[in-house]
Every structure is written in C-alpha cells, then in structure tokens.
Nanobody
Framework: QVQLVESGGGLAQPGGSLRLSCVASGWMDDIYLMGWYRQTPGNARTWIAM???????NYADSVKGRFTISRDNAKKMVYLQMDTLKPEDTAIYYC????????????WGQGTQVTVSS
C-alpha cells in the first residue's frame, strides 16, 4: 500500500514563503508523476504543480512564477516551494502520485493546511 505524507504547512503572511514536503512509502511499480493539488471549502480539488519522471514540470497559471516544484527520486519525495504567497493561496494542499502513465494508480496524501493571512 502506497502512502503519502505531507509536511510543512502552516501560517504565512502575504508575500511570505512556505515549503511543503511529501514522502512516498510502500511498494510501487514506478513513479510517473508527483505533484500537488489544493482545495478550498466548497470547491473542487485542483492541480497546481506536477513533476514528471523525465525532469519536466508544469504549473497552473495561478501559481506560475511564484511556486517551484522539485523531486528527489531516490528519496521518493516531492517539494513545493511557495513564494510571494497571497491570501488566495489559502487552502488544503494535497500531495499526489501516479505510478504509471497507462493503467497506473493514483494516490493522495492526507492534506496539509496552508493559511496566508496578516
């Protein structure tokens, strides 16, 4: 059973920074994608950053230029450096992992709260 555990959430002021971390454990065929989603009350979970196993990364427009995703494949970890935080970044952030491109399995962490407020 694959488990994802996030850490690093908390309170930040507007313009500040936070760094989220996520570690995967358990047996898996491979890790095709690791990334981050976020969700606010009453809204769907939306993706914000993804890192492929080929070194590529993609970002939602809402965070492009402010957030940076990185992976450590040997440690099965993914990070999200969040800079120039805005109040609208307040959400629960979920780590995501997909094992294979085709017929792969999707896994989620339990979520970590990020609050941006003065």
């Amino acid at each position: 059973q694959v488990q994802l555990v996030e850490s690093g959430g908390g309170l930040a002021q507007p313009g500040g920074s936070l760094r989220l971390s996520c570690v995967a454990s358990g047996w898996m065929d491979d890790i095709y994608l690791m990334g981050w989603y976020r969700q606010t009350p009453g809204n769907a979970r939306t993706w914000i950053a993804m890192a492929g196993n080929d070194g590529t990364s993609n970002y939602a427009d809402s965070v492009k230029g402010r957030f940076t995703i990185s992976r450590d494949n040997a440690k099965k970890m993914v990070y999200l450096q969040m800079d120039t935080l805005k109040p609208e970044d307040t959400a629960i952030y979920y780590c995501y992992l997909r094992t294979l491109l085709i017929a792969g399995d999707d896994y989620w962490g339990q979520g970590t709260q990020v609050t941006v407020s003065s």
